[in-house]
């Protein structure tokens, strides 16, 4: 009962209802229901060569999770992987998710690190990877930038300026089980 009631409510919540978004808000993340502990990125260095481009929010009313999407570009001579994300002003929580299409259905959940080779790029948007915003710690209003903090398993961070846009710039992709 527990899946097709997440179902139901990540179907309507990709219909743009930050409500039912709101309502699921008690869900686990990752393998055993496991919540990501926040990352503190505030001493982290500047990774060198890696960037984080066309970077966006998208809003849902608190205290639904908004989602992040951009594309992490690595230039660097080596691989680097992506281990957490932090938006200290703005956000309490965020995690890295990757959307998984099985069977007709597309499963969301947490991952541990992301990989990016040297001289490569990833898309993070909707369908595929992407951060989730949650506990926001103020108002958070569309049209503003939010600073999003990528932290590397090598202990540097990217630093990313990310639009804030309303739910409706996702179209709703299926069934969605959170």
């Known amino acids: 009962m527990f899946t097709k009631i997440s179902a139901l409510v990540a179907v309507i919540a990709l219909t743009g209802s ?17 919540v990501a502990p ?11 060569g890696v960037s984080a481009q066309g970077c ?20 660097s001579p080596n691989a680097v992987n992506l281990v957490a994300a932090a938006a200290p002003q ?3 929580m965020l995690m890295v998710h990757q959307t998984r299409h099985e069977n007709g259905m597309s499963r969301m959940a947490m991952v541990d690190k992301v990989a990016v080779p040297a001289g490569g790029q990833l898309e993070f948007k909707p369908g595929g990877y992407h951060i989730m915003l949650e506990q926001p710690r103020r108002d958070v209003t569309v049209g503003e930038t939010i600073q999003v903090d990528l932290a590397l398993e090598s202990g540097e961070k990217v630093v990313a300026s990310c639009e804030v846009k309303p739910a409706g710039n996702m179209p709703g992709k299926g069934h969605m089980v959170h």
């Open 18 to 34: 930050g409500a039912a978004l709101a309502a699921h808000h008690g869900h686990h993340h990752g393998q055993g229901g496991v």
């Open 38 to 48: 926040a990352t503190d990125t505030t001493s982290m260095p500047v990774a060198k």
């Open 90 to 92: 703005d956000y309490g």
């Open 56 to 75: 966006w929010v998208r809003l849902l009313p608190a205290p639904a999770p908004s989602a992040g999407y951009f594309v992490l570009k690595n230039d």
